[in-house]
Each structure stands twice: as structure tokens, then as C-alpha cells.
């Protein structure tokens, strides 16, 4: 219980932040802007501060659940409802074939520790095919509705985004919990000493990217039926680059990071785009320039983001879970006598790129007994090395 508290009072601080009186719709459209860049953020904060992959493509998997609803909402007269486990479905398969088609190429999934440039490219499908209608888009696309309720307005579409926003961040928080949010974690230090511990490196980075993908594509569905509209504009490489922003600037690592930075960037947003122009008289687009400088700035003040930075200031601390070390394993039996086989290695080879580092080497490794590779580049001949002898 004192685990959930936090996110219970989140909860309910922001259901009842429309109920404020005297509170402008401007406000609502800007918490609904913050809780749609939250979603993406999420993906990324599990891609890219847990994963170690880079992202800046996550906008386009926005674009693939929000053409999916505009089409069949518009096109076929589905509801709106039903289009969002086919957005979801379309966002994932996305996904896959980019994941697939980069294992395919570089044979190991995101290799180069960034995403496969597939997915920056979709941006321009969006423009180019005619059913998705080219650069202007699609509009009128119908919005939700419950009963009799049609969510029209900023405030009513408000709760089902941060309905979605608390889901998502539970969800991401017990998957980094469990057996395979562990694997995640393993994947920032490299895939070798991941795959040492026998983690399935390709299996773990697809699912992350196949994960962040759906979460984009969650709110790319969302920012479909609160705008009513879908073209190609948000979805581009930009926005992608400003998604992957909000992760660092909050915390990459933090779930609620994502939340805290996709705050803080539309808030910036916003005031540098209604208050430079009467300092400044409209001259030049300077909007950027403050905004990067400004993002900057704040990276100098929190280099790991500003939710861990906030939170080493708090007077208390959140509780943490500890493991349970009561339990311990039973000793296992030794073998007897000093020429038990406890390791064999039968023709062993490593090679890095076009650099072979070790060709079919083969030997075993007995009780009571330490065997080494030494050569050049730290691997080569095999030796023999009793306890108490010393090799350099």
C-alpha cells in the first residue's frame, strides 16, 4: 500500500483539476497535450534509459494509430472503440517488420544501439499515398463517445488520456518488475555480458521496441479522436527528436520521468511560443533557439533528468523494495577427485566483425583447476594455470 499511495494521490489530484472553478479550457488542452506526450515518453523510458536503444522514430508509430482509426472511422464507419486494438495491432506489426528487417540486415537487432531508420521513413508514406489523403490529411474523424456522452471537448477526451497515461505507467512499472523487465535492464550494458547470463539479446530489444511502439501508437489513436484530424505534421522526424527530449529532460530512466519531462517541455513550449513574440516583435523564429538553449541549461543543472534530481530533495525518501535474502540455496555436492570435467569447450570461436579473436579453440576445465585464454588482443593461447601460479 505504501508503494501505491503516490500514484493514488496522483490520481486524484488530477481528477479533479477540470472540477477547479475558474480553470481556462486553455489549461485542459495542455494537460491533454502533456498526457499524450507522456504515453510516447513511457515507451522511450523503457527503449532508452532501462533498454539502452535510442529512438527518434517513436513519432511515426504515432502516425500508424492514428491513420489506422482515421481510415477505418472515416472510411468504413467503424466505431471508434474497435479501432483501437487494430491501431495498437498496426503500431506493433510496425514494429516487428522494422525490428525483423534491421536483424536482417545488421543481424543483430539495433546493433548500432539506435532504432532501424525505417521508421523515421514512414513519415513520409504518410504523404505520399493517396487513401491516407496525401499531405492534407484526414479529417472529421468522429470523436469518442460513451452512452450519450460524446467527448468532444478538451475536458470530457481528458479523463480517458490520463486514464490511459496511469494504466500505461503501471503496466511499464511491474513489467521492469518482473523475469523480463530484468532482461531489459541487462541491455544497457551491452548485449554480451547480457547474453552471459543467458538473456535472448534480438528477443529482449524486439519486445522493448515492439512495447514502445504500441504506447506510441496508444496515443497516436488518442491524439487522433481529441484533435478529429490526422496529417502528416506531428508525426515527423522532429517530433520524434522532441519525444526522445522529454524522456532525457525528465529522467530516461524513470517512468514517472516521462510524465514530469513531457510536463516540463509543453509547458516551455507554450510560454516561449505566447511570450517571444511580443519581446521580440515577431522578429524571427526564435522560439527554437530559447527552447534549446533553455533545454540545455536545464541538462547542466540535472545531467540525469529532473525527476531523480527532485527526488534526492525530497525530506522522505520512496520506499523501495528490498529483495528477500532469508532464502539461500542448498550447497551442491563437489565431484570427487581433481579430474572431474566441470567445463568443456569444444571448438570455441569469437570474432568481432571482420576481426577473428578466437578460432576453434578447444580444452576443458577440471575441479580445482583455472584455465585462461592470453594473447594480443586478450585472447589467443590457452594455459594451464594452477591455484597459486601467477600469469601477466
Known amino acids: 500500500m505504501p508503494q501505491r499511495l503516490p500514484v493514488i494521490v496522483f490520481a486524484l489530484v488530477m481528477a479533479a483539476i477540470p472540477f477547479i472553478p475558474g480553470l481556462p479550457p486553455f489549461w485542459i488542452v495542455i494537460l491533454d497535450n ?4 507522456a504515453l510516447v515518453a513511457m515507451g522511450l523510458v523503457l527503449l532508452t ?3 539502452g536503444l535510442t529512438s527518434f522514430g517513436q513519432a511515426a508509430f504515432c502516425g500508424f494509430g492514428a491513420y489506422t482509426t482515421a481510415v477505418l472511422t472515416t472510411a468504413y464507419g467503424v466505431s471508434p472503440w474497435l479501432t483501437l486494438p487494430l491501431s495498437l495491432l498496426v503500431s506493433g506489426l510496425a514494429a516487428v517488420v522494422l525490428g525483423l528487417v534491421t536483424v536482417a540486415v545488421v543481424r543483430t537487432l539495433f546493433a548500432a544501439r539506435h532504432h532501424p531508420p525505417g521508421a523515421s521513413a514512414c513519415f513520409y508514406l504518410f504523404s505520399k499515398l493517396e487513401f491516407l489523403g496525401r499531405n492534407d490529411g ?6 469518442l463517445s460513451i452512452g450519450s456522452v460524446r467527448m468532444i471537448d478538451p475536458g470530457t477526451i481528458y479523463f480517458v488520456i490520463w486514464i490511459a497515461v496511469l494504466v500505461a505507467a503501471l503496466l511499464t512499472m511491474n513489467l521492469l518488475d518482473s523475469r523480463t523487465g530484468r532482461a531489459i535492464r541487462a541491455l544497457r550494458r551491452g548485449h554480451i555480458a547480457a547474453e552471459a547470463f543467458g538473456v535472448q539479446t534480438p528477443r529482449a530489444k524486439l519486445l522493448v521496441f515492439i512495447y514502445a511502439a504500441v504506447l506510441a501508437g496508444l496515443s497516436g489513436w488518442l491524439y487522433a479522436h481529441f484533435v478529429r484530424a490526422a496529417n502528416p505534421t506531428p508525426f515527423g522526424a522532429q517530433a520524434g527528436i522532441e519525444y526522445l527530449f522529454i524522456a ?3 529522467g530516461a530512466g524513470y517512468v514517472w520521468g516521462g510524465v514530469l519531462g513531457a510536463a516540463i517541455v509543453v509547458i516551455l513550449k507554450e510560454i516561449l511560443q505566447s511570450y517571444l513574440p511580443y519581446l521580440f516583435h515577431g522578429e524571427g523564429q526564435l522560439e527554437t533557439i530559447v527552447f534549446g538553449i533553455l533545454l540545455v541549461v536545464l541538462l547542466q543543472l540535472a545531467p540525469t533528468g529532473v525527476w531523480p534530481w527532485l527526488v534526492a ?8 523494495k528490498r529483495p ?19 567445463l568443456q569447450i569444444d571448438h570455441a570461436r569469437k570474432q568481432f566483425g571482420g576481426v577473428i579473436a578466437v578460432n576453434d579453440v578447444s580444452f576443458d576445465v577440471k575441479a580445482r583447476e583455472i584455465v585462461a585464454l592470453i594473447g594480443p588482443n586478450g ?3 590457452e594455459h594451464d594455470l594452477q591455484p597459486g601460479d601467477r600469469r601477466g
Open 324 to 342: 528477500d535474502t532469508s532464502l539461500t540455496l542448498p550447497a551442491r555436492a563437489r565431484a570427487a577427485g581433481s579430474a572431474a570435467v566441470l
Open 34 to 37: 502533456i498526457g499524450l506526450a
Open 248 to 250: 532525457v529532460v525528465g
Open 138 to 143: 484526414i479529417s472529421s474523424i468522429p470523436p
Open 313 to 320: 530533495r525530497l525530506p522522505f525518501r520512496p520506499h523501495r
Open 379 to 381: 585472447a589467443g593461447q
Open 49 to 51: 534509459g532501462v533498454g
